[in-house]
């Protein structure tokens, strides 16, 4: 690897931090999520999948589900994320291929 590329590969690294999830409120939510989730949700219907949730004593409407198929929520409740991947019988990282956090843009960068 030459000195070139070793710094460009390292301005693309991004900085990832872990947190239990139990300690997040709300995830950001965008059209790739989805898709994702009606993608999974194949031939079941809005209506089935807002009754699994409400079967886990978690409340999401018919529309909401609509809304996050398409994109129009920016972010979503854990609990509706974590509930929609056990009805739906997958793991989250289905849902959200990606869970990350970008200090630098969180805090104005770092040197």
Do not use: H
Not at 7 to 27: A, G, Q, R, T, Y
Not at 70 to 88: D, F, H, M, P
Not at 91 to 110: A, M, T, W
């Amino acid at each position: 690897m030459t000195t070139e590329s070793a710094n460009i590969e390292s301005k693309i690294v991004k900085e990832v931090i872990m947190v239990p999830l139990d300690w997040v409120v709300m995830i950001a939510w965008n059209k790739e999520c989805g898709t994702n989730l009606r993608n999974l949700r194949g031939g079941r219907s809005r209506r089935d999948i807002a009754e699994g949730l409400s079967s886990l004593g978690v409340e999401c409407s018919q529309e909401y589900i609509r809304k996050l198929e398409l994109g129009e929520a920016s972010s979503v409740s854990t609990k509706i994320v974590i509930a929609l991947a056990k009805t739906l019988d997958v793991e989250l990282v289905e849902l959200i291929p990606v869970l990350r956090v970008e200090l630098s843009k969180l805090i104005g960068g770092f040197s």
